[in-house]
């Protein structure tokens, strides 16, 4: 029987010596982590932009140079405006990302974030030009349950998004609400709507209630956005 | 042949219907499964006669899981993309019956040298019905195999449907029994000889 002491010695020693190797594993990957956690967001901002990729390949190359060639990144504070020089440790701040097609301005988006099933949902969403049409929507971290929850990254979920419209008739923020079941083609709030999951109700409304959170923290800028194309049309 | 984890002593079967939609899922998953199941038999069985009785089971199991931890952080810096798709699946590595299973019934009295193979032959056990099972489902739930599209645009259009129940758990399980059966029928077959 070996002593209290030397049990306490022994695991001591061996938490330290696999503490020390992991730590040294983590610290040594972790600019190449990062770099590869700034590809996936630019990845999926040119995606939910509808970048596609099914032609040529992406490689990091090309990923770097489409996204510095089209998006621009605009910061704005609560109230709308844009910030020339943010101060990026503020947390009020708000990031858009506008893409542009040939010149001319293709389309917004935002990141979006909040409580899904099990954890937090992270995301980007986008709108065309007009700043009240559906462009897409991504999720490229959550932790919902495969197959259910986490269906929300599938084609089929994001796909139903595009073409809705986020505004109503008298010009105000409704958001997209993710439902249970199908729409309904007779829906006079169809456009308004998208299919449910089924068995994945609460990441269903979770998504529902921080899109029209994060939506409703841009609102001052893009109401903006839309009034100055009213104008411009007039 | 007799002795294969999934087949014949039924361990850890959880990631076997998870991550194999796709072979190259399966492939990777195999490698983490065959680093982490080899070295952490050679660790413990180089420590076998050194570590305390009483918390045998815990340095186990943290060796195991540094390990795994190692691997996930390796995977997230060269194979990111990966990683994504492997997701909690790499991490529950550690829950694999098969890991712990060898380290408490191998590691814990034979040599190094020993152990090392048997983590290696296990783990191989392990990849040869993954990859298997991997490789039904994507042919029959995606038409294609590592990627390749097999099943033709012409096979489509005249009227050949990819199965898409394959791509669900169920259809893991079904291949999974199937694989099982098989493997034991063949085995009784050895035996009778």
Redesign the interface.
Known sequence: M?SDT??IF??LI??VI?GL??SI??DT?RT??EI??D??IKKNILSVLGYSHSDVEWTSNKIQSIYENNIKEIIIDSKGNEVQKPDLSNVDVLKIYQSTENGLLSGYAIPISGKGLWGTMYGYFAMDSDASTVKGITFYKHKET??LGGEVDKDWFKNNFVGKKLIDADGKLVSIEVIKGYVSNSDSNASHKVDGISGATITGKGVTTFLKKDLQKYEPYFAKIRKLNQIDSL | MGENPISIHVLGICSAL?ITTKIDTAVVMTLAVIAVLSISNTVISL?RN??????RI??QM??IA?LV??AD??L???M??MS?LL?VFLGLIITNCIVLGRAEAFAMQNSPGKSFLDGLGNGLGYGAILISVAFFREIIGFGSIYGKQIITNQMYLSGYENNGLMI??PGAFFILGLIVWAHRAYTKVLDKE
Do not use: C
Request: proline share 4%.
């Open positions: 070996r030397y049990t022994f695991t061996v938490t696999l190797l992991i594993t983590a990957l190449k982590q590869n956690e590809l996936d495969p197959g | 998870a420590l050194n570590i305390p009785n009483k918390v815990i340095i943290s060796v540094s931890i190692i952080q390796i997230k810096a060269y990111y993309d994504k997701g669900l758990s």
